[in-house]
């Protein structure tokens, strides 16, 4: 597992939600910007301006003051065109390397192992590219491990003279670099033991690199905690293309082995997928109010070439496995086209909030579904995974929402797309 020579750079999109509203919205550059849930209950993300007016992630909108909600610019979540301008960012960052693995909406690893450049020009070029072709403005960590590349990332938000890219991979003096994160955003250290961390006197990246491994071993339980102070030291142990699970988004995906060339090949797929997608949601006790289906063939051979992605928001928010798989497979065929070799499949579950926030509307998920997810739960465990496949019946259903403030579908949707007057 330990490979010392990887390179890798997390890209980042800063402020996704609000930076795809902001597109369409020049007037709205460097003004505070909100994101309501499903139904505009809560806020599900800001930009920094919002931030320094005191708005919080997860703040119910009525009780945010009224003075403050004059100089407030809110949307409602308009998840198909989020989803729908992450598969444009997502696609030109793949050009940047051979190997990248989407890691959520908005964030995808680029593998950059063996390329003899200038890394941080690489990156300053990513951010130009990604920036000039379709708006949205991202930062770049580069690191000889993921969790290294999600270390400089964070540092590049954060801290302005760095101009939205950071490189550790060849810093000597990473060490510096490292005492400015605290341990709580180190990737994969959760509250819990963050915590733990700061009661042993261990406040920084840098602290917890220099923990001996029997203290880690003891306390950190075992393989997890190892790994990431491994990663953090610059041994890569972490591959691409692993299976995360994070409260901002599920990913699930996978380059087939051989490809597949059938609509029902493609199904199977899909549909282990979502089975491994709605588990995660229900095991962290969350449920996902957008899903986002995607396949495409292999770039890099000489065939016809064919890639397409759909994003459907949820009629509420969700985590049953009958119903995402229904979901999921009636965007398959809406996106699926014959006489292509698929080489990979891949969902994203997004607008992922915790159960105790879901508004129950009249289309409440039904007991029978639930009472299938707890069978299913329960049987998994005991027998292993296994993919269900249900029936295909209709997406079509026009459910209405609340949803006041909600922008165009500028980029999906032919009849509300950006008039521009010349
Ligand atoms: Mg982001």
Same mark, same amino acid.
């Given at each position: 597992?330990?490979? =010392?020579?990887?390179?890798?750079?997390?890209?980042?999109?800063?402020?996704?939600?609000?930076?795809?509203?902001?597109?369409?919205?020049?007037?709205?550059?460097?003004?505070?910007?909100?994101?309501?849930?499903?139904?505009?209950?809560?806020?599900?993300?800001?930009?920094?301006?919002?931030?320094?007016?005191?708005?919080?992630?997860?703040?119910?909108?009525?009780?945010?003051?009224?003075?403050?909600?004059?100089?407030?610019?809110?949307?409602?979540?308009?998840?198909?065109?989020?989803?729908?301008?992450?598969?444009?960012? @997502?696609?030109?960052?793949?050009?940047?390397?051979?190997?990248?693995?989407?890691?959520?909406?908005?964030?995808?690893?680029?593998?950059?192992?063996? @390329?003899?450049?200038?890394?941080?020009?690489?990156?300053?070029?990513?951010?130009?590219?990604?920036?000039?072709?379709?708006?949205?403005?991202?930062?770049?960590?580069?690191?000889?491990?993921?969790?290294?590349?999600?270390?400089?990332?964070?540092?590049?938000?954060?801290?302005?003279?760095?101009?939205?890219?950071?490189?550790?991979?060849?810093?000597?003096?990473?060490?510096? &670099?490292?005492? @400015?994160?605290?341990?709580?955003?180190?990737?994969?250290?959760?509250?819990?033991?963050?915590?733990?961390?700061?009661?042993?006197?261990?406040?920084?990246?840098?602290?917890?690199?220099?923990?001996?491994?029997?203290?880690?071993?003891?306390?950190?339980?075992?393989?997890?905690?190892?790994?990431?102070?491994?990663?953090?030291?610059?041994?890569?142990?972490?591959?691409?293309?692993?299976?995360?699970?994070?409260? =901002?988004?599920?990913?699930?995906?996978?380059?087939?082995?051989?490809?597949?060339?059938?609509?029902?090949?493609?199904?199977?797929?899909?549909?282990?997928?979502?089975?491994?997608?709605?588990?995660?949601?229900?095991?962290?006790?969350?449920?996902?109010?957008?899903?986002?289906?995607?396949?495409?063939?292999?770039?890099?051979?000489?065939?016809?070439?064919?890639?397409?992605?759909?994003?459907?928001?949820?009629? &509420?928010?969700?985590?049953?496995?009958?119903?995402?798989?229904?979901?999921? !497979?009636?965007?398959?065929?809406?996106?699926?086209?014959?006489?292509?070799? &698929?080489?990979?499949?891949?969902?994203?579950?997004?607008?992922?909030?915790?159960?105790?926030?879901?508004?129950?509307? !009249?289309?409440?998920?039904?007991?029978?579904?639930?009472?299938?997810?707890?069978?299913?739960?329960?049987?998994?465990?005991?027998?292993?995974?296994?993919?269900?496949?249900?029936?295909?019946?209709?997406?079509?259903?026009?459910?209405?929402?609340?949803?006041?403030?909600?922008?165009?579908? &500028?980029?999906?949707?032919?009849?509300?797309?950006?008039?521009?007057?010349?």
């Amino acid at each position: 597992m330990e490979n =010392k020579n990887k390179i890798f750079a997390l890209v980042d999109c800063n402020s996704f939600y609000a930076s795809c509203e902001r597109i369409f919205r020049p007037d709205l550059r460097d003004k505070p910007i909100a994101i309501l849930s499903n139904n505009d209950g809560c806020i599900v993300a800001m930009t920094k301006e919002a931030k320094e007016l005191g708005v919080t992630r997860g703040e119910p909108y009525f009780k945010i003051p009224a003075d403050t909600r004059k100089k407030l610019t809110v949307f409602s979540s308009n998840y198909s065109m989020y989803g729908d301008i992450s598969h444009r960012v @997502m696609d030109i960052l793949a050009e940047f390397s051979p190997e990248s693995e989407i890691y959520s909406i908005d964030e995808s690893f680029l593998d950059l192992t063996g @390329m003899n450049i200038d890394l941080t020009e690489y990156g300053k070029e990513i951010r130009k590219k990604v920036k000039w072709s379709t708006g949205i403005p991202v930062s770049v960590g580069i690191g000889k491990t993921k969790t290294l590349a999600k270390l400089a990332n964070h540092i590049a938000k954060k801290r302005e003279k760095f101009n939205g890219v950071v490189d550790l991979s060849s810093d000597e003096n990473i060490d510096k &670099y490292l005492a @400015m994160v605290k341990v709580s955003s180190i990737w994969g250290v959760g509250r819990k033991l963050s915590a733990k961390l700061e009661r042993k006197n261990i406040i920084t990246a840098k602290d917890l690199k220099y923990t001996s491994d029997g203290w880690i071993q003891r306390n950190l339980g075992g393989v997890t905690g190892m790994r990431t102070v491994w990663e953090l030291r610059g041994i890569s142990c972490i591959p691409l293309d692993t299976i995360p699970a994070l409260n =901002k988004g599920i990913v699930s995906s996978r380059s087939f082995g051989k490809s597949v060339e059938t609509l029902s090949g493609l199904k199977e797929a899909v549909s282990s997928y979502i089975s491994i997608g709605a588990k995660k949601l229900r095991k962290q006790k969350t449920a996902a109010s957008a899903l986002t289906v995607y396949i495409k063939t292999n770039r890099f051979k000489d065939e016809p070439q064919y890639n397409n992605s759909i994003t459907y928001k949820t009629p &509420y928010p969700t985590s049953s496995t009958i119903e995402l798989t229904e979901y999921a !497979l009636n965007l398959l065929e809406r996106i699926y086209k014959d006489g292509y070799k &698929y080489k990979k499949a891949g969902i994203m579950l997004d607008g992922i909030v915790p159960n105790t926030a879901i508004q129950y509307s !009249l289309f409440t998920p039904d007991k029978f579904n639930a009472d299938v997810d707890i069978a299913l739960d329960t049987v998994n465990k005991k027998w292993g995974r296994n993919a269900l496949f249900t029936a295909s019946s209709g997406i079509n259903r026009k459910w209405s929402m609340r949803r006041e403030f909600v922008s165009p579908r &500028y980029t999906t949707n032919w009849n509300e797309i950006l008039k521009i007057r010349i």
